[in-house]
């Protein structure tokens, strides 16, 4: 399986599910269960960790026993891996199909007995099943479930991403002072939006997707009522559930999120009659820019708070190389040829492999070893790139956007 490899700003697999909202759904049939917060549910903190795609992975329990976790508030009704309900010989019902980056993918559903997350249990209720390849979730390893907006948006979210951790809080709580934005949930797609002022223009809505690695994607209508000034831009590519998407990338120097000033956001554009078109928003706010706070989401009281982290107005790293790559055990695999960089220029191509880098050799610690930041390291140094079948390339490093 692929992740991603490289510095921080490849954050190239990201995914977003609007599950069960426009289609023949099984929404209706999924039963709500019954959710409590256990009396010392504040110091009920869930460790995390981040993803290679920036998503948020942990561990909860789903009938007594530990699974694996990514907390999505993109999703609008939790998922289990079709894998994990196979392997535990669970009963998958219905046949419906839901809309995700890439196209869309079919969808059922399983009843559940108990399944708790740090201070909160539920008992009874249901989980949607779908396919949740481990490129969705920028990991070599697939998870078994997603964390949706169905056990979590009665809550107060509370995410410390400093310390990797997060609770749910009763909502109205306000744990830390932060810059307040306003946040509800969407009643058609039944996922968190907010909305956010670029160029001048508001945008809306935007989802607040944790389970999306990139920071700030925009519909091709959205960043077009932004009317920014020109600015240099690239492409870059996503993994949904159904697949890759190509769109184009540019960073900008300021933008609003309710009364909080971003700046040097990394913003990536969609085709036209993309996801965000086809689902009826202007965007998504994913966890690329949501990591760079401590966050608090409570859409019941309307409201997300950030605290900005020391590095929330860094410049985010930018290619040099021009290539988006994934990492498979002992080597690294092409997924995107930036459009105007040095590896297109050079003629590199999708889906070819490099197993040496300066002449050592890929490993599993790949990514978060020194040796990864080689893709965005400075202009003008020359990289010695070792194919998996020996011919070895030079590669000059250049600023190109």
Partial sequence: M??????????????????????AAPASSLPAGTQTLSADHEDRWIPFEVTPGNQIRFTMSLEGRPVSAILDTGVSYSVVAKRYATAQRLRVRGDAKADVIGGSVPVGWIATRTLAIGGLRREGGGLAVADL?????????????LV????????????????????????????????????????????YVSSV??????????????????????????WNTARMPRRATTTTVSFGLAGP???????????????????????????????????????????GFLQNYRVLL??????????????????????????????ARDRLKVLHVMRGGPAAAAKWR???????????AVTPAYPTSPLARWSAGPPGRTVALTLCDGTERRLTLASFY
């Fill in 2 to 23: 692929l992740r991603r490899a490289g510095p921080r700003y490849t954050r190239g697999v990201s995914f977003i599910l609007a599950l069960l909202a426009a289609a």
């Fill in 350 to 360: 999708d889906g070819e492999t490099i197993c040496r880098v300066e002449g050592e």
């Fill in 133 to 145: 390849p481990a490129t969705a979730t920028g990991s070599a390893t697939a998870v078994d479930l």
């Fill in 197 to 222: 002022v670029l160029g001048g223009a508001e945008l809306r809505p935007m989802v607040v997707d944790t389970g999306d690695g990139s920071a700030v994607t925009l519909s091709a209508a959205g």
């Fill in 148 to 191: 949706g907006r169905d056990l979590t948006a009665d809550y107060a979210l509370d995410i410390d991403y400093a310390q990797r951790r997060f609770r749910l809080l009763r909502s109205g709580r306000t744990p830390f002072v932060g810059i307040s934005s306003p946040l509800s949930i969407a009643p058609e797609r039944l996922v």
């Fill in 245 to 287: 998407v190509v769109s184009e990338v540019a960073i900008v120097p300021q933008m609003v999120v309710g009364r909080t000033v971003a700046r040097n956001v990394e913003v990536r554009v969609e085709p036209s009659g993309g996801f965000s078109d086809k689902i009826g928003v202007a965007g998504r706010i994913g966890s």
């Fill in 298 to 327: 409570d859409p019941a009281a309307g409201q997300m708070l950030l605290a900005p982290g020391p590095d929330a107005d860094k410049p985010p790293l930018r290619s040099t190389s021009g290539l988006l790559l994934g990492i």
